[in-house]
């Protein structure tokens, strides 16, 4: 979605908001051009730091998207707050209900709108050593099955200097240096018309956290962790009768 179009809350939001991380980053931003293609897009960033959230807005909105983040149903049900976020796009989500299908309708079409839908694959910060992506939760994968909107991965390093996740310390410094790349999208093409159950959700996820955590080493240099293993799965005996 083009900034021109996106309203008159949005715009409010980037008044109030952009001016101070502009004062409080120094940014180095790489790939927007993977976010400025037609039509909707799943934007899949790692979770490093609370502050990650206004450091990805500000790199979507600088390539020319509007983001929409996923936000617990019960902080839209905040007076006032709610409203905002409802007048700013988000996306509320309930979570272990039975109204997590009506979540998925809404991303389903904001998509369908040519929307910038933002899903943090691990569902909250990382708890992995040095802040390197974890295992994902399936909600990413389902959305690109269902749509097949494409998947960019975006990795941030820098936030978790501005609000340090460990002990919740804000730092105010001006120009903190952030980095942050959006790559290709991810190539899921293999899974195109699958049924969606959880042995092809999981495969879809953990290549979308690869591909995430590839991109963290990229930019910190580093040689990233090796793959994780998920729990083998259990299988009951055949019985003869």
Known sequence: MARRKVGFWPRLAVVLVKPVLTVWTRRTWRGMEELRRDGGIIIVPNHISHADPLVAAHFIYDSGRWPQF??????FRVPVIGSILYRCRQIPVERGTVDAVKSLDKLIEALNEGGAVVIYPEGTI???PDLWP?????????LALATGAPVIPVAMVGPERMFEPKTSRLRLRPRTPVTVVAGPPIDLSRWAGATPSRAVLEEMTDTIMLRIRDLVAEIRGGTPPPLWARPARTRTPEVSE
């Open 70 to 75: 996923l936000g617990k149903a019960s902080v």
């Open 134 to 142: 974890m295992k994902g939760k399936t909600g990413a994968a389902r």
């Open 126 to 128: 990382t708890r992995e």
